[in-house]
């Protein structure tokens, strides 16, 4: 077999190769010719579903999206919505390996242009330029997982982009692209990241370029003394000594303490939460004795009307008063779309999960993230 999907289809099956911890093969190549062999003719079970993220088998109503080097070359198959490529750079595609290839992550982020909502498209810049991995199946609800190696960077997918000039979608995925950073460590940072850096105009708090995930070493007097040798902030605001740390539940984890306790030992549980919650105020504490100050943002700022706002006029407060700039003003400006803000941020999170149920938003129905 040799086929080779698109867009949304190619997204999943890219995702599902992501999860196993795999880094993507360097070896680039052209769009190749579908081929059913050994099979005479493409039939739905012919089809890798697994490695595909698919469930069922694709249909009519919910067809497998595949792209194709000339119209000559179009499989028959109602399952199939079929697209032509002529004209793309030499080495736009990859191979998964057993027959499966898929677009390049710089001509993923250009195809998807044309379908995503820019700042859904931005997050997935976020997620290919990063350590992280949206679930294929149920990318906004789903698990991600954590620690696995980038497809692309910001410079690449901008180097690609520029390859192909002026024509509308590259238009559109350049834009996204202004938002986008390398290095996010999670679906959340990538959220604060992409609002802090959004204009005002469209709906963020024009904070400026962020940073993401750089390693400050700490000064050897401190080292001696038991710190640690380096920290590592989430985010940071470049040009400023403003960052930003996301702390989910799990660095104040009372969760697994109350499960302990029901369990009738509690005692492990209160120490590791402990010894979570000792390290992150040592942690803000030495990134501040670098001049660094690191504002954490908690579950609750993200979900609760207002918490992010007033984060950021935080943030722009101390800005304003270290380093100038119109950051407050910008911020201000922002609070007049504040509930917009609070329905796009309810959009691009995952839905809220209170007492093992999905918050009343979680039917909202956003593009594919």
């Known amino acids: 077999m040799r086929l080779t999907v698109d867009r949304l289809s190619a997204l999943r099956a890219l995702r599902a190769w992501r999860r196993a911890g795999r880094p993507l093969p360097e070896t680039r190549c052209d769009l190749p010719a579908p081929d059913p062999s050994p099979q005479q003719r493409w039939t739905r079970r012919a089809l890798p579903l697994e490695r595909l993220a698919l469930d069922e088998p694709p249909t009519d109503d919910r067809p497998l999206e595949i792209v194709v080097p000339s119209p000559a070359d179009r499989p028959k198959g109602s399952f199939f919505s079929c697209a032509v490529r002529s004209s793309l750079p030499s080495g736009s595609f990859v191979c998964l390996g057993d027959g499966l290839f898929v677009p390049c992550p710089e001509l993923l982020f250009l ?201 950021m006029v935080e943030a722009a407060m101390t800005i304003r008063e270290f380093d100038g700039g119109h950051a407050l003003q910008n911020v201000m400006l922002a609070m007049l779309s504040a509930p917009e803000r609070q329905q796009l941020l309810r959009l691009l999170l995952p839905p809220r999960q209170i007492n093992g149920q999905n918050s009343s938003f979680s039917n909202l129905n956003p593009a594919d993230i």
């Open 111 to 311: 195809e998807l242009a044309e379908v995503m909502d820019p700042k859904v498209l931005a997050l997935l810049g976020y997620e290919l330029c990063g350590t992280f991995s949206r679930d294929p199946r149920d990318p906004r609800g789903g698990d991600p997982v954590y620690g696995i190696p980038p497809v692309t960077s910001v410079e690449k997918i901008a180097a690609y982009l520029d390859s192909l000039g002026w024509r509308r979608s590259a238009l559109l995925a350049r834009r996204a692209l202004r938002r986008v950073a390398d290095n996010a460590w999670s679906p959340p940072e990538a959220v604060i990241a992409l609002m802090a850096r959004l204009p005002v105009n469209d709906l963020g708090y024009e904070l400026g370029e962020v940073a993401l995930n750089v390693r400050h070493g700490t000064s050897p007097e401190l080292v001696a003394l038991g710190c640690r040798d380096s920290r590592v902030p989430d985010i940071e605001v470049v040009g400023t000594r403003i960052g930003f740390n996301y702390d989910s539940r799990l660095h104040l984890d009372l969760e697994s303490v109350a499960s302990a306790a029901r369990d009738g030992d509690a005692r492990a549980a209160m120490r590791a939460v402990r010894g979570k919650h000792h390290d992150d105020i040592k942690r803000n504490r030495e990134l501040a004795a670098q001049g660094r100050i690191i504002l954490p943002v908690t579950t609750e700022d993200l979900y609760e009307p207002g918490g992010l706002d007033a984060v």
